[in-house]
Structures are given as C-alpha cells and as structure tokens.
Antibody, heavy 119, light 110 residues
Framework: QVQLVQSGAEVKKPGASVKVSCKAS????????IHWVRQAPGEGLQWMGV????????SYAQRFQDRVTMTRDTSTSTFYMELSSLRSEDTAVYYC????????????WGQGTLVTVSS | QSALTQPASVSGSPGQSITISCTGT?????????VSWYQQHPGKAPKLMIY???RRPSGVSNRFSASKSGNTASLTISGLQAEDEADYYC??????????FGTGTKVTVL
C-alpha cells in the first residue's frame, strides 16, 4: 500500500487559490491513481477528481471542472491539487486517496489538509 | 452528478445487525459492480471496508458484508460492537473515470 502525507493547513481569502500537496511513498510511483476528496465541516465526502501517476491524465467532477487542476511531480513522487476562485463554501478538509489502477477502491488515504476560506 | 442517497442515521444495540442502504441510479450503482464502502471515525481519514460490491480487504472483520440489487447497494454490520460507531459512506464508479459518494450514515451503538 502506498503511504500518503499531505501538506499543512491553509488559510486563504475569497478569490484566492490554494495548492495542496500529497507526497507518496512505499510503492512504484507509476502504479497508482491519486484521487482528491473533500469534506466540508459536518458534511459528507465529495469526490473532486483523479490523476493518473503514469501519464498525468486527469478526470474532474463536473462541479469543479472550471476551478481545479491536478498535477504530479514524478521526480519527488508528489501530487498536487490546486483550487482557484475560492469561496467560503470551499472551507473543508481535503484528502488525497490512492487507487491501484482500475480497481475502483481507495485503499490508502492521506491525513487530510484543512483549507479555511475567510476574509 | 448527484450524491448517492443513504439514511442519515442507523442505530443498534451491541450484538445486533444493522443494514445501511445506498441508492443511486442506472448510471452509477446500477450500471457497475464497483461500489465500495468507507468507515470514518471523527477527525480521521476514511477507511476502505468493502470494494467491488461485496469484497473485503484483508484485515477487515467478516462482520462487515455487502450486496447490491438494482440501483441500491447495502452494507450490513453483524454483531455490532462499540468500535463500529462511526460514519459510513458508499461510493460508486459513475463512468468516464468519475466517482460519486453517498450522503453518509451515522451509525450509533446504543
């Protein structure tokens, strides 16, 4: 199983962007897909999108299509999720989760990163 | 893509069995045998409990079982224990490399 360690909490103003990182270890980098899932305070899990570590191909949930960008740095085994045009409703814990290709199961999770959007 | 529908809460006494439903559509739950279930304790990351409708990862208790019929998937916890008290989420593949989670169910052990 891959181990995933995320960057620390962030506080951003409305309209700004945030970039959360997720460093992977303990596996062959190209053998995983990394998903991003968020959870607003007191709310449920929301799937945001996925990036293929091997080729960098992405797929995003429609509601985030215009504001999210997922990338990866193969040299450091680190994945990134950038969300732009932040609003208060984006205040949430953001998780990265690992999937072995085509298994459709998220069997490794990062510890979560709290992003607070406040003026 | 709308969230899958789960009951907000389910409760049971220790030793009892409970079942959590997860209702989607013919575009997600009904079209793929790729439903998974996650357990989440307060302040913690989710944990995979079931994948591919009814398969358990190694290390997950056999008290957890699941099934699917049509557009509805179900998770059953048998022999309910205090440690099972948590939030549970279903998740389904929805085509075109996208996924959708359920609304979540809070399980209370009375």
């Amino acid at each position: 199983q891959v181990q995933l360690v995320q960057s620390g909490a962030e506080v951003k103003k409305p309209g700004a962007s945030v970039k959360v990182s997720c460093k992977a270890s303990g596996y062959t980098f190209t053998n995983y897909y990394i998903h991003w899932v968020r959870q607003a305070p007191g709310e449920g899990l929301q799937w945001m999108g996925v990036i293929n570590a091997s080729g960098g191909r992405t797929s995003y949930a429609q509601r985030f299509q215009d504001r999210v960008t997922m990338t990866r740095d193969t040299s450091t085994s680190t994945f990134y999720m950038e969300l732009s045009s932040l609003r208060s409703e984006d205040t949430a814990v953001y998780y990265c989760a690992g999937e072995l290709p085509s298994t459709s199961r998220f069997d490794s999770w990062g510890q979560g990163t709290l992003v607070t959007v406040s003026s | 893509q709308s969230a899958l529908t789960q009951p907000a809460s389910v409760s049971g006494s220790p030793g009892q069995s409970i079942t959590i439903s997860c209702t989607g559509t013919s575009s997600d739950v009904g079209n793929y045998n790729l439903v998974s279930w996650y357990q989440q304790h307060p302040g913690k990351a989710p944990k995979l409990m079931i994948y591919e409708v009814n398969r358990r990862p190694s290390g997950v208790s056999n008290r957890f079982s699941a099934s699917k019929s049509g557009n509805t998937a179900s998770l059953t916890i048998s022999g309910l224990q205090a440690e099972d008290e948590a939030d549970y989420y279903c998740c389904s593949y929805a085509g075109s490399s996208t996924y959708v989670f359920g609304t979540g169910t809070k399980v209370t052990v009375l």
